[in-house]
């Protein structure tokens, strides 16, 4: 054989190894991409709050034949390789056909992805990103607060993508039936809460959504919230809604959820005619001490824009997730409120004239009476000292703080009065530096202290440690010239993993040094914050 035609040759096999290389390289990564993904997926339950949301655009990498349980990745540069896990949601979500069209995309098809950045990578330099958008298409939108879609006067919007939609529902309610199913629970952990559905035919697909109320919703016998996969009986209310029927649950395996006989007047807000000679108050459907009263003499004030106000109104007030509040920006949100003031028309007087939320001047005293739970205060690591009562302004486009505003910390409530009600209403509250994780039921072999998380960072950080024995653990944090800045831990600690969440949102930009003391042990690393 020629001497040309074998180096020709010779050539060919090196060039068809190399990409054979290449391609069971990117069959490995992918491969160990699903099975860290299968791992981290259960884990589930994002906060929107901690996401970043981000839009990119790139080709979708999945199995060669799409099925519902696929995994899907999206690579953004080109390379083949996959930059970003995207979260869909469970194999059986799929958007309201009456509010979108959007489907899960096909392996190899170029798709413009709006979502949620998780901050952990879930291998390598790859992050998990949860879909809100598909090209623009409405897919889902993590703060909807679910529970309150109850009425025909509700999300009247795009979802998302009508960051002013309405969660008071008015007076126009469909009427409930009372039922007994069994089934098995699919829950969702892709929201902000766990969002429960009810399989009742065995296919693992949802018929049911379970109302179990908000997520900090506690029933009174302490009947634990249903997990995934459970096989339970059910008893409720029906609302024979479209898209999917919901259940307002009263009872779980025959114990005590919520009281039926209290659910039909808890739905529903109250009427106020301008001849009460006595305040009205109306409350939350979940919670009766939060609350909204009008005082007699409210119908002498004016609307928005000088309308004469009606005889009578419709009030009610609803609690909402904080990240569906539009205008809150990164405001420190505890708990968010929508009130709804009605009239015959079933139209919301308060969005009549701005989509976003008004206000009305009212006669006499409107008096506020809100509630939140240790959970709301836990959850988002805030100070309970520090808590204050604001109101959207419609008339200078701003939250405005409520004067008088009382809180009341042995009973988790703020409480005001003033002439004014506002479509939304926000409790407001900073956040203390520190917040502790401890992982139980492991006991690691040595001392560590990791390098935190993100870093660089702004403002917020994660700092993993740890110890082998009990004992006196300290972890501080030093400036660049070992000045002590602030103390995080100093406290008795038994064996096991911590991971302490550290805001420095009121120090300046720099290099900062934090240390690990435990018993004998001790180790500084730097982190770099910057804004």
């Not at 929107?48 to 949301?53: A, H, M």
């Not at 896990?85 to 056909?97: T, V």
């Not at 006989?261 to 939060?290: E, I, M, N, Q």
């Amino acid at each position: 054989m020629p001497f040309n035609t074998k180096m020709r040759k010779l050539k060919i096999n090196q060039e068809d190894k190399k990409v054979k290389l290449y391609t069971y390289r990117n069959l490995i990564v992918i491969i160990l991409l699903l099975f860290a993904a299968s791992s981290y997926a259960q884990k589930g339950h994002y906060h929107p709050d901690s996401l970043n949301t981000v839009t990119v655009t790139g080709t979708v990498i999945t199995d060669s034949v799409t099925t519902p349980n696929s995994r899907y990745y999206l690579d953004v540069d080109g390379n083949g390789t996959p930059d970003y896990l995207l979260s869909f949601g469970p194999a059986w979500y799929m958007p309201d056909s009456s509010i979108s069209l959007a489907k899960r995309p096909l392996n190899g098809q170029s798709v413009t992805i709006k979502g949620g950045l998780t901050k952990k990578n879930v291998m390598n330099n790859v992050k998990m990103l949860v879909v809100y958008e598909i090209d623009g298409a409405f897919w889902r939108d993590p703060n909807d607060s679910a529970w309150n879609n109850l009425g025909d006067n509700m999300h009247m919007g795009d979802h998302m993508r009508d960051s002013c939609r309405s969660n008071a529902f008015g007076f126009m309610h469909d009427s409930l039936k009372s039922v007994t199913l069994r089934g098995r629970i699919l829950a969702d952990t892709t929201f902000i809460y766990n969002l429960t559905f009810l399989d009742v035919t065995g296919d693992q697909k949802p018929d049911y959504f379970l109302n179990l109320g908000p997520y900090w919703y506690q029933p009174p016998q302490g009947t634990q919230w249903p997990a995934n996969g459970d096989s339970v009986t059910i008893t409720g209310g029906l609302l024979p809604r479209s898209p999917m029927r919901m259940i307002i649950v009263y009872t779980i395996n025959g114990k005590l959820w919520r009281d039926s006989s209290t659910v039909r007047t808890a739905l529903r807000g109250r009427w106020a005619h301008k001849s009460d000679s006595s305040g009205v108050r109306f409350h939350s459907p979940y919670d009766t001490t939060t609350w909204m009263e009008m005082g007699s003499g409210w119908h002498t004030g004016m609307m928005h824009g000088g309308m004469k106000m009606p005889d009578s109104l419709y009030g009610q007030i609803v609690e909402v997730l904080p990240g569906s509040v539009p205008n809150a920006g990164k405001m420190m949100v505890l708990a968010a409120y929508e009130i709804g003031l009605f009239a015959y028309n079933g139209v919301d007087i308060l969005r009549a004239n701005n989509g976003c939320g008004g206000q009305m001047n009212f006669g006499s005293q409107v008096m506020m009476h809100l509630h939140f739970t240790k959970s709301q205060i836990q959850g988002g690591n805030f100070n309970s000292k520090t808590i204050k009562a604001q109101y959207w302004n419609s008339e200078t486009n701003s939250w405005t703080q409520a004067e008088n505003a009382t809180v009341d910390s042995a009973t988790n409530t703020v409480s005001f009065s003033q002439p004014i009600a506002s479509s939304y209403i926000i409790l407001t509250a900073e956040q203390t530096a520190t917040a502790v994780e401890y992982t139980r039921d492991y006991t690691p072999s040595s001392y560590t202290l990791t390098q935190n998380y993100p870093n660089p960072f702004n403002p917020a950080t994660s700092i993993s440690y740890e110890i082998p024995r009990t004992g006196l653990v300290t972890l501080r944090v030093y400036d660049i010239l070992g000045r002590l800045v602030l103390q995080l831990i100093n406290e008795n600690q038994n064996p096991g993993k911590y991971t302490v969440s550290f805001n420095a949102a009121n120090l300046p930009s720099g290099i900062y040094i934090y240390e690990l003391r435990a018993n004998e042990f001790q180790q500084s690393k730097k982190m770099t914050l910057l804004k």
